[in-house]
């Protein structure tokens, strides 16, 4: 028989640690038990109680002895992932409120959970009352992103090779990842983001003190293996004690549903450069992290129409994560003096308008100039401020 397991939040706020908990895992499993392709889920980002890069993960197991896999998960549960409830993993580049870990299991024998779960839980927040059952559970909240992980219909994935450090690394924020080999790596055509395109650093490492080594991203599953293996095999890459390929969600945009198209009503500038724009959808905000998004946010004017998408993290509120000018409102000015072609100025209202230079005077009079935007199409952030969801424009 076949069925999937699930499994979430075995960590507060490092995503990586559900990783290797779940490696572990598998590593554990009677030797009659046939391990197909592991899956790494990103879920909705603002997620009441979301782990930090909140990341479920699942796979689908074949065996003819059921009794004795569940009888190894209860164990197994018990004496290893029951004892992470709880526990508060440090981060030092979050400030969001930390949750501690409610690591939760699931187990789906034959029966199929239907994707509309999958797709509530990437798009909005789901509480544990609307978890379809499964055959068998553990724990608690991870028992929704272990459900959604499950629930994954698979389309537009993409690959992740995880790679984890020795125990004795663990806890350390540096990593030993060989640039040089990375560089390579990340030349690849299937690959991507492993490096930042503008900065020239590494993405796949994390930052903190989780036990992930790496994350090699590819579209396609054997150049993330290869990938990740050449990674490995560089002298002065840290050695580490596993490796496995993921099936991801990642920079599948799932968590995006169709834009908006909006009329701008106001655009105000905060002081950090965080935009504000004002359509008859409400508020939708460009970071200033989000380099061309906020650098187009703030060149808009009312009345011209955009199309927009990203998170509503709540009502009237849209986060933009992609931004498309539709049509522009043309700027007016006061007309050149034929004469000096210099701007002539206004003498007032009804009194016409008289050149600085020359004095001439004409009518009160405004000539339109088509205004055209700095990006004819859709623009998003910069590598390193987008989510794992998102995909790169250029696919
Ligand atoms: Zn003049």
Redesign the pocket.
Known sequence: MMGWLGLDDTDSLEAGCTTYSFHLLLESLPRTVTINTPRLVRLWPFAHQRTRGNAAVAVELETDDEPLLLEHLDQYWKQHLMPLKGSVSTSEHDERKQYPADPGMVWFSNAQVDSSFYVKAVQSEVRLTEVPSADRSWGGQGRIGATAAIAWHGKKNTWEAIAWRKPNRHGQNKRLVCQETLARVDDMPSTFLSRDPRKGTGMVAPRGPCPVLFGLRARDEIAARNAAEILLSAESTESSVGLRTFSTNQASDDHLGEPFQGTVADVEVLNRGHCVLTTEHGKWLAFTESGPVKKLAQWLKPGDVILGNGLSPEFGILHLEKLCVVSTVPEYQRPL????N?R?KSMGSGQGCR??????RIDDVWISIPRHPPFESWVQPPADARRHLARPLEW
């Not at 050149?355 to 001439?360: D, E, G, I, S």
């Open positions: 003096c034929n004469d000096c210099v002539m050149c600085p230079k020359c004095k001439q």
